[in-house]
């Protein structure tokens, strides 16, 4: 009988095989098929319905278009040597006392008594206690951090946990990735081509009219607001007056802000705030996200931290740091032990000094950078506060121009940040400073005739 039922299962198995070769359908030729058979071309595909939203996107993400245009240029002109005002990748190596730490939580891997495998998702201890106590001077408690790989990634985690029944608003232009998790989470309709804006997303527009911060009277409500300041793109700074309005507009439309401080520690003037909670009542209504990406060269390294108050809750009254806790704690794993070594060290006084330094030699290739454009006779906004310096084309096209500097210089088109970046350019401080002396040379060769 064992022997009987080894040999049944192969001789089914036959019997199938041998089934599925009986005369069908045939094509046009007369050629057998299967009624159930596809096209050659379409067995190299798999049956799974691809996401609806992110069909929604329009191109691809901006930064890696830009990245591809200028190696599609290259490519046509190898000899081109092109300076990148591109991208807000920093360009110095990290400093001393910083690299000290990263080194020295290498070191704790190799040795037994030190190593440390998985932490905590929301972050090692004495970070977050660091974080709390040195960067917002105990306006916010350490469990009220959560540290993680990046601000950019804690958007999307912050998404995830609002789900997609939101309705988000976005100052116009503003980072990409605010509008385009929204798409993807499926808040959005579909993008209308002649206003280049999707629907059902609140656009705030931000101009030089308006002093680049939304009329919140004329702004419908939102459940959602990203709010970035220093802004990118822009370089705008909201003040202390204009940052308690949007607060007190926050607390009493029943919005959450999402506060991208990023930028933080290139601001100088005194009357604009590093951290939204030094607003009162920010703590009912805002979140923050932050990085050390651009204060200490950590954007190949990775740490960010979002920070979420106990008094934060959802309309069922249910804290929001709860749920974003569990989000981290399914979706991630927590930053790596190395990093949050380095960052430790970021926030020795020794590491702040290092930080200060690091933003006043990009602070002073913004500075270059603007003066090079007021020299020309354009309208420049920004590079005041922020490393950008967003330059006014008066009605010409921001693509136009792009394409039209970018045998010499890589900048940004306006339009590439929403349909209210039309008609800027935006330039990056973070080239290295001979590389802002060169292009700004060169912008002065190739824009002069314009003017």
Known sequence: MALLSHLATPLLLCASAAAAFVPGPTDAKGTARSAHARPLDQLRMSTVKRNANIAKLQ???????????????LEKNPDAKIISLGIGDTTQPVPTHILSGLAKGVANLGDKKTYSGYGAEQGQGPLREKIAKTLYEGRIQADEVFVSDGSKC????????????????????????????????GQTGAMNLEMKQYANIVYMPCNPENGFFP???????ADVVYFCSPNNPTGAAATREQLTQ?????NKQGSIIVFDAAYAPFIRSDDV??????????????????????????TGVRLGWTVIPKDLKFADGSPVAADFNRIMTTAFNGASNIVQAGAMACLDPEGLAEIDTLIDYYMENASILRKAMLDLGFKVHGGTDAPYVFVDLEGRSSW??????????VTIPGA???PGGEGFLRLSAFAPRESCIEACERLRTALAPVK
């Open 59 to 73: 191109a691809g993400y901006l930064f890696p278009e830009i990245g591809r245009r200028r190696v599609a240029f």
């Open 154 to 185: 804690d958007i999307g985690r912050l998404q995830m946990m609002f789900g997609n029944e939101v309705l988000s608003a976005v100052q116009d232009p503003s980072y990409p990735v605010y509008v385009d998790t929204s798409v993807i989470m």
């Open 215 to 221: 009329e919140l009277d004329k702004t419908p409500r």
């Open 246 to 250: 949007l607060v007190e507009w926050a």
């Open 273 to 298: 705030p590093k951290s939204i909670f030094e607003i009162e009542g920010a703590r009912t209504c805002a979140i923050e996200v932050n990085s050390f990406s651009k204060y200490a060269g950590f």
């Open 400 to 409: 136009e121009m792009f394409s039209k500097l970018l045998e010499e210089v």
């Open 416 to 418: 590439g940040f929403g």
